[in-house]
Nanobody, 124 residues
Framework: VQLQASGGGLVQAGDSLRLSCAASGRTFSMTVMGWFRQAPGKEREFVAGIRWSGGNTFYAGAAKGRFTISRDNAKNTVSLQMNSLKPEDTAIYYC??????????????????WGQGTQVTVSS
């Protein structure tokens, strides 16, 4: 499975940004996709996830109410709509795909495939 993330950029606080992740290859092995982020000097953290079948979504606390994850099964893409962005949202955002482990995986080891990351910078 190959994942290609896009959509990052430089925005101001309060702005919105939409990230996309296109999956290719053995996508039938994926049952869940997620977004993680890593800020400078910090560990990678879970942001949001979605199950391919059924579309169940799950979010980290910092993302609830501001971010929305969605999927397009026909196009094998997952998007992350980010609203009301804050400077603390500045990070490299990674999309990930997995098929093992818990129903709502939120830890990096629970994902098998990773995209290259896209930079999101929010200025104050």
């Amino acid at each position: 499975v190959q994942l290609q993330a896009s959509g990052g950029g430089l925005v101001q606080a309060g702005d919105s940004l939409r990230l996309s992740c296109a999956a290719s290859g053995r996508t039938f092995s994926m049952t869940v996709m997620g977004w993680f982020r890593q800020a400078p000097g910090k560990e990678r953290e879970f942001v949001a996830g979605i199950r391919w079948s059924g579309g169940n979504t799950f979010y980290a606390g910092a993302a609830k109410g501001r971010f929305t994850i969605s999927r397009d099964n026909a196009k094998n893409t997952v998007s992350l709509q980010m609203n009301s962005l804050k400077p603390e949202d500045t990070a490299i955002y990674y999309c990930a795909a997995g098929g093992r482990g818990p129903y709502f995986p939120t830890r990096s080891p629970e994902y098998d495939y990773w995209g290259q990351g896209t930079q999101v910078t929010v200025s104050s």
